[in-house]
């Protein structure tokens, strides 16, 4: 049974803060334009974070731990958060019914509705709403829902008496209640209810897919005898009538507080006749002077009773005084000693409905209603309460009755115990015969006692020569009641040797036969034994009911000495429900009036039965096959059956007439702990003798031959400390055997759901874990807080798909219509994807991005062991913006030397803390080794789970491995990689063994193997360890590398924080004179990059202070671009313009943040929102589906992407954002695995820059096909006139020079003069070049998109179709083109070749070019790999 939680009253209560979004100048949230990631190649969002999700104000949520939330799974593993319940609420049951979801637990509120521990929620509205009526549910906690659709209608099971707005409350017997969904009502269900001193359902389940019966299962109690008719219905005139009671709660006997060691009231008035709270306990007067107490006029006042012993409690009744309109208006209350502030149900005086109070509750001030009975949802064992008034009527409070209620009657074996009740004629009795002595014992509540009485026997002493005990409790009226006889343990009074049975007879009264038992003493621990379950009619004029205890007929037990000790507590008269007419009875122990039989834990009801009262002896014609199972539970169980912990948590009908049932439970006769079956009559074990811990719940499979477990288990229970079953498992019905799911997880799980609505059936998993596991032997395991999904296809734990961090209660699937599924619990953190520091992103519906889960590509969270170690160091993880321009007409001009003692800037900001598992950095490789498999290539502060891989790992999207770098590992944070040429260079801060430098080293992804750095490592001369911050190309240099950081010399070169790197020559090349600082971030400006633009905090040559400075290639010189607020983290250049350049970073003082733009003379701010928290990591230009209107600054057809941890103020944290020019629009927020705000490193896309921003607008591939004929054909005809013309011309003038000419000479000098063969094929292909861009020349061997980080942009308006090779690369195969020979093969260009005719290809020597067509001898048709760049080249310069 789930332990209640109580909600405080106002002041101790943890509010749910939802962040309140505004609109305000420069951040909205409405209306962000759709990004075309599809435009971009395969684009990752990257940075230290667990989760991920589109920036949503409803998402934006600050959790509070004690609350319950609902969320929703959607199909691709999202979770959108539905609602959260009031604090301390729980959900632990939920069902679907027709489109509706049914939610049940513990809470007075969710989403803020009222509603009673049960609501609905309507997913196509987003609303939920209460069960009959405002406010409506049940007055207490609900465990188990049936959505029954063949019935339409709702059941509900749990620890509750009835619901709070039913009418005919009366009518329900507890535990169990039927809702109609068609009609918002609440009735009994045919059989009234179950009983039991807590009863409590934990689960109904039908039988059979027609629900020909149900079967509940739990901690109740039911009986089957011979029915038995009370002639008469007997209650003490004495107790007044009010409406504010019901005819149950007033036949609830108050609970003697005259005798308290405690009474007190503060503060009270000084008026005399009303200054005493004791005058109300039990009234002998009409309200007045001498019989009503007042408060202290205008003061809210407490009202503290503390007995001198403990008690059990159901209730409070509380009646108002009237006199001068003074009254009290509300109040609540706090149980002793939990301090629990205890919800309580009431009447409704007028409406004669139910509801349910926790802070306020309210007392009428309606003079007609003498008082107000409130109970508890379930009984209290206390030492004492307090009564807080908040709120009163006139110039103060006041009461007039204050009587604590009993949950039935009670009688103690120590006369002096039993105190007068109110309203009784006298104090309930008792007698004694033979010799018992007084004996003090400590109860179960710390530093309380009670006497009890105990008696010596000697053993072979008859039944009817030992002492006895005869109680004549005080019984208010007739009515059904469960009789428990209160034993002592026999540890506290050390006497278990001496323990044995007692007999007991009971006089039900009303003419009924008496009632016999036979109960154990031989208990251990304080324990309540049930003896009568059935009607009880008092005797007048007394009201009373008699019970005897002696020495039982054969006593058990050998004693000791030669002595037995009986003990004499107390009897306990709990009250099912008022009245007798029409009930039975029976005895308990086993023993029925007549025949019948006692059970346990689980009842079976058939549709088809008449309607019955399963609170009483239900008839001996209605018991079924399956109730068998609760009566051989009540026999295993034994005499405890009444106060036993055990439940029956789940049940699976798995045969006719047999049943899987699992809980907490030991059945020691049977050898079956926790999980058992029931066939042919018996209870059998199964899988060897259960599990080693508790089950919580089960989910069978669609023959339910296969059922998966969950509970707090790790083995076997016959397996000594085994771990191979951690939390959950599956169970073979058939071989009885159990297998394990991976290595289970690191926790307790509470709720197993079995979902098929997904590709493949998957075991969905909650509860309070934090880690799964792939085997046994697994002793890192993987994160997942609260919630897990096992893949029963791939048998192994897979992406859940969202992201969460908690301890869960429930997960359950749709309703087979949907593959939503619901999950709730207590949540500290959520998002829509789970992702661990990386995901890879795209264009969804409507535009809409969206995350693909990626299954294998969780890294581990090793953290790096080379901490920066100088105050000077830029911490921040940024990425060079990668913007370049296309190709450049010229060379790279670079000093021989540079200076490096200038003037230093003020130091680059601090970053976000990015703990492990973080990525700073993404790149992307073709693997031409390997069906050309595109490899996303990851860098930053990571372990690589099942290998010695730390920082750099590569992902195969096709094998969905994770792979680390072979050889060393780096040791430290790497920052930025890049690839170029099949070589990785990588950036950061980390060494690697074996290797010369710091901050810098190259691999051979081919090779497999770390390039030797032997004389070009990176180093600084301030005594600390260089750092890489950027790695980045230009097409105007395609054989160099920039590289910028925190260093002063590269190899032997003086060369300080930004320096270039030869593929060719593998030096290193100052830029001119040099910089000093640190260096954050790289762009390039200039229509042929002819400008490289840095930000960071530097100082030039000639000591002035540059935050952003610009180097033109041409002349070798840098100049500062003005002074921007300050250091700066992140720049990108809009559209090569080196007039518009946006920089972001922060003050030198830490005191503000800011974005700013350069318009070629001067920095203005853009941002005024931002908080001083944050910080920026990455600008970047990225095109739009759909152009919006420019705003001047920033074209229509491009926003700037802006990537870190952005604190906006009034709308929050996230993660990135959208900027036009004028509006930030919040795009993607992340969450931490503590549930704190992550952080965003960049977005990296695999085209690099090489796509187009304008908007697509592309043909129909025929009518493109038809267009290029025509065009080509017009252009051969062209030329071929041109020649003719020619030709006759040069005749002409060679037969008038020479009249006998030689040989016509051949113009060696020229190759381009003596065009290939394929003249007309190769001008075509340069014809459709120039008007559809270089991906429209496909043909064989053409690739969808560029697979390397690419450097080039592309400015061509029309742009290549969805596949490149469509255009017509298709109709030449149609068409049967001759065999291409060896296409597709890399080669390297031998020499440079300018190519500035059409269709031709530029290539620098040394530079790699893949060849698409050689069938001509003199020119070969090639694309450059890394710009995407296709057209001819001299063969003769390739090799």
């Not at 006997?253 to 009270?268: C, F, G, M, T, Y």
């Amino acid at each position: 049974m789930a332990p209640e939680s109580m909600a405080p009253p106002p002041s101790r209560r943890w509010p749910l803060f939802l962040t309140l979004l505004t609109l305000i100048p420069q951040v909205v949230q409405a209306a962000v334009p759709s990004v075309d990631f599809a435009r971009m190649g395969t684009v990752a969002v990257a940075g230290s974070f667990s989760g991920l999700g589109v920036f949503d104000s409803s998402r934006n949520i600050t959790y509070n731990p004690s609350t319950a939330t609902l969320l929703a799974r959607n199909a691709d593993g999202s979770l959108d958060v539905l609602g959260e319940t009031s604090s301390g609420g729980a959900i632990s049951a939920a069902c679907t019914l027709n489109g509706k979801l049914y939610l049940a637990g513990l809470f007075s509120t969710v989403a803020g509705v009222p509603a009673q521990n049960i609501a609905s929620y309507d997913p196509a509205a987003g609303t939920f709403s209460p069960l009959g009526g405002q406010n409506g549910g049940v007055n207490g906690q609900v465990a188990a829902l049936y959505c029954d659709a063949s019935g339409g209608t709702l059941w509900v099971g749990g620890q509750f008496k009835s619901p709070t707005t039913a009418t005919g409350v009366a009518n329900f017997g507890g535990a169990v209640a039927l809702y109609h969904p068609s009609n918002d009502s609440w009735t009994p269900p045919p059989f009234d209810g179950l009983a039991g001193a807590s009863a409590e359902v934990l689960s109904i389940t039908p039988s059979t897919s027609g629900s020909s019966s149900l079967l509940f299962s739990g901690s109740f109690l039911t009986q089957f005898g011979t029915n038995i008719t009370i002639a008469q219905n007997v209650s003490n005139p004495a107790v007044p009538s009010s409406p504010g009671a019901t005819a149950f709660t007033s036949s609830l006997v108050p609970v003697s507080l005259a005798n308290a060691a405690q009474i007190e009231a503060d503060p009270s008035t000084t008026t005399t006749g009303f200054t005493s709270i004791a005058s109300v306990l039990c009234p002998v007067g009409a309200d007045g002077p001498g019989n009503s107490w007042r408060a202290q006029d205008g003061s809210a006042s407490k009202i503290v009773i503390k007995p001198n012993t403990y008690i059990t409690a159901s209730g409070i009744r509380l009646g108002n005084t009237f006199l001068d309109g003074r009254g009290t208006q509300t109040f609540y209350f706090t149980a002793i000693p939990s301090n629990d502030v205890v919800p309580l149900t009431f009447v409704d005086p007028v409406t004669k409905q139910n509801f349910t109070c926790t802070d306020n509750c309210p007392l009428s001030n309606d003079s007609t209603i003498l008082y107000q009975d409130f109970l508890f949802p379930s009984d209290l064992l206390i030492t004492g309460f307090q009564i807080t008034i908040n709120s009163w009527y006139g110039a103060s409070a006041g009461l007039h009755i204050l009587q604590l209620l009993s949950n039935g009657a009670y009688a103690s074996a120590v006369a002096a115990v039993n105190m007068p009740s109110c309203y009784a004629p006298a104090a309930s009795q008792v007698g004694v015969s033979g010799q018992w002595s007084n004996v003090n014992v400590f109860t179960s509540i710390a530093a309380t006692t009670q006497e009890v009485l105990s008696a010596t026997v000697p053993v072979g002493t008859s039944s009817s020569a030992a002492p006895s005990v005869t109680w004549f409790p005080y019984v208010s009226a007739a009515g059904i009641y469960n009789v428990y006889l209160m034993v002592p343990g026999c540890v506290e009074l050390q006497d278990c040797s001496k323990r044995t049975t007692v007999k007991t007879t009971l006089n039900p009264g009303g003419g009924l036969p008496l009632s016999m038992a036979t109960v154990s003493e031989q208990v251990e621990q304080d324990t309540s034994q049930l003896i009568y379950s059935g009607p009880i009619t008092p005797s007048a004029p007394n009201y009373n009911s008699t019970v005897v205890m002696t020495l039982a007929d054969q006593p058990q037990g050998t004693g000791d000495g030669g002595n037995y000790d009986l003990i004499a507590d107390r009897v306990m008269f709990q009250l099912i429900s008022a009245g007798g007419s029409n009930s039975t009875s029976s005895s308990g122990a086993g023993a029925v009036a007549g025949s019948g039989s006692a059970g346990f834990g689980f009842f079976e009801w058939p549709s088809s039965a008449s309607n019955m009262n399963a609170t009483g002896v239900l008839p001996n014609t209605t018991e079924t096959s399956l109730d068998g199972l609760a009566t051989a539970l009540s026999m295993n169980i034994g005499s405890a059956v009444a106060t036993t912990a055990y439940t029956i948590n789940a049940v699976v009908l798995y045969a006719t007439n047999s049943v899987i049932f699992a809980g907490a439970f030991n059945l020691a006769s049977v050898g079956a702990a926790n999980v058992a079956a029931y066939s042919g009559g018996s209870i059998i074990k199964v899988g060897g003798s259960g599990l080693n811990g508790a089950v919580a719940s089960m989910a069978p499979s669609s023959d339910s031959q296969t059922i998966y477990m969950g509970g707090a288990f790790t083995d076997t229970a016959d397996a000594t400390g085994g771990t191979r079953y951690r939390g959950v498992v599956e169970y073979s019905v058939n071989s009885s055997t159990w297998t394990a799911l991976g290595g289970g997880v690191d926790g307790v799980v509470h709720s197993v759901s079995l979902s098929s609505a997904r590709a493949g059936n998957q075991v969905i998993v909650a509860g309070n874990f934090t880690r799964t596991f792939s085997s046994s032997s697994d002793s890192t395991g993987t994160s997942a807080e609260g919630f897990a999904v096992y893949d029963l296809g791939s048998n192994a734990w897979v992406s859940s798909g969202g992201f969460l961090v908690g301890k869960l209660t429930l997960a359950v699937a749709g309703n087979g219509n949907t593959t939503t599924e619901y999950l709730a619990g207590s949540v500290s953190a959520s998002a829509q994807y789970g992702a661990n520091g990386w995901a890879i992103v795209g264009s969804g519906t409507n535009g809409a991005p969206v995350v693909q889960p990626l299954s294998g590509a969780t890294l581990g969270g090793t953290a790096a062991t080379n901490p920066t170690t100088t105050s000077r160091r830029m911490k921040r993880h940024s990425m060079s913006s990668n913007f370049v321009a296309p190709e450049a007409k010229h060379m790279l001009k670079v000093s021989k030397r540079q200076t490096t003692t200038a003037a230093t800037s003020s130091d680059l900001p601090t970053s976000p803390s990015a703990p492990a598992p973080a990525v700073l950095s993404v790149a992307y490789w073709t693997n031409t080794s390997n069906s050309n498999h595109e490899v996303v290539i990851l860098a930053g502060n990571f372990s690589v789970p099942n290998t010695q891989g730390v920082g750099v790992a590569l992902y195969d999207e096709s094998s969905k491995t994770l792979t680390a770098l072979n050889g060393n590992q780096v040791n430290g944070v790497v920052r930025q990689v890049l690839v170029s040429s099949n070589i990785l260079y990588v950036g950061g801060d980390f060494s690697v063994s074996g290797l010369d430098g710091h901050g810098w080293a190259m691999y051979d992804l081919h090779a497999g193997q770390w390039v030797s750095d032997s004389g070009v490592g990176l180093s600084s001369t301030s005594g600390s360890n260089p750092v890489v911050q950027s790695i980045t190309t230009s097409t105007g240099l395609p054989n160099t590398i920039f590289v910028a950081g925190t260093f002063t010399t590269a190899g032997t070169v003086a060369c300080g924080a930004v320096c270039a790197w030869s593929t060719v020559t593998k030096s290193w090349s100052a830029l001119g004179n040099g910089v000093n600082g640190q260096a954050a971030s790289i762009d390039f400006a200039g229509s042929s990059d002819n400008m490289l633009v840095v930000g960071g905090a530097l100082t030039l040559a000639d000591g002035t202070t540059a935050n952003v400075a610009m180097y033109s290639f041409p002349n070798s010189t840098w100049q500062a671009l003005g002074a921007p607020p300050g250091p700066v983290t992140a720049l990108a250049v809009n559209n090569n313009n080196q007039s518009s350049v946006f920089a972001a970073g922060s003050s030198p003082d830490g005191t503000a943040s800011f974005l700013a733009h350069w318009n070629g003379q001067a920095w203005t701010a853009q941002s005024s929102s931002w908080e001083p928290t944050t910080s920026i990591s990455q600008l970047k230009f990225v095109p739009l589906l759909d152009p919006q209107t420019s705003t001047g600054v920033i074209a229509g057809d491009r926003m700037l992407f802006i990537s870190g941890a952005i604190d906006s103020g009034s709308q929050g944290a996230m993660s990135s954002a959208l900027y036009d020019g004028t509006t930030f629009m919040p795009f993607l927020m992340t969450s931490n695995s503590d549930g704190s705000s992550g952080y965003m490193s960049g977005l990296f896309n695999s085209f690099g820059s090489s796509f187009s921003f304008s908007e697509r607008k592309l043909l129909a591939t025929g009518i493109v096909i038809l267009i290029s004929i025509a065009i080509a054909t017009g252009i051969v005809f062209f030329l071929l006139l041109l020649g003719i013309i020619w030709t006759l011309c040069s005749k002409r003038d060679a037969g008038l020079a020479n009249p006998n000419p030689d040989e016509d000479d051949e113009d060696e000098s020229s190759l381009r003069h003596g065009r290939p063969s394929a003249l007309l094929e190769h001008i075509n292909a340069a014809t459709r070049t120039t008007i559809l861009g270089a991906g429209a020349l496909g043909g064989v061997g053409v690739m969808a998109h560029h697979k390397e980080d690419s450097s080039q942009h592309d400015h061509d308006v029309w742009v290549r179709s969805e596949t490149p090779s469509d255009p017509l690369g298709g109709a030449g195969a149609a068409a049967g083109e001759e065999d291409l020979g060896d296409v597709n093969r890399p080669t390297h260009a031998r020499y440079s070749f300018a190519g500035g005719a059409e269709g031709e290809l530029a290539v620098a020597a040394g530079q790699e070019v893949v060849v698409l067509d050689d069938r001509d001898q003199a020119w070969w048709y090639v694309r450059d790999p890394v710009s995407g760049k296709e057209g001819v080249v001299p063969a003769a310069y390739l090799y």
